[in-house]
Nanobody
Framework: QVQLVESGGGLVQAGDSLRLSCAAS????????MGWFRQVPGKEREFVAG????????HYADSVKGRFSISRDNAKNTVYLQMNSLEPEDTAVYYC?????????????????RGQGTQVTVST
């Protein structure tokens, strides 16, 4: 049973940075595509960023390009989301996802493994 546990969320001010971590357990995910989604109340979860199993290919939502960076450490079975220049519009619950297929799935429920989420709140 794969478990994904997110951490690193919190309350910050606009312009600040945060780094989210997602630690996987239950099996090694070194051959899995991994990613991040986010959700605000009343809206569907939206794709934020994805990274292929080797870390050589990444994909970002237009809204975070140039500000967010996804990376992974396969030795630690962990994926990260570095978030810079945070804006109040980035306030959401952020979810980690993983899937054995290659490619970046844009629908949250299509990913095989999904975490419980961590809250990020950006104040003005």
């Amino acid at each position: 049973q794969v478990q994904l546990v997110e951490s690193g969320g919190g309350l910050v001010q606009a312009g600040d940075s945060l780094r989210l971590s997602c630690a996987a357990s239950g099996r090694t995910l070194s051959t899995y595509t991994m990613g991040w989604f986010r959700q605000v109340p009343g809206k569907e979860r939206e794709f934020v960023a994805g990274i292929d199993y080797r870390g050589g290919s990444t994909h970002y939502a237009d809204s975070v390009k140039g500000r967010f960076s996804i990376s992974r450490d396969n030795a630690k079975n962990t994926v990260y989301l570095q978030m810079n220049s945070l804006e109040p519009e980035d306030t959401a619950v952020y979810y980690c996802v993983a899937d054995p297929a290659q490619g970046f799935l844009l629908r949250f429920n299509l990913w095989d493994h999904r975490g419980q989420g961590t809250q990020v709140t950006v104040s003005t």
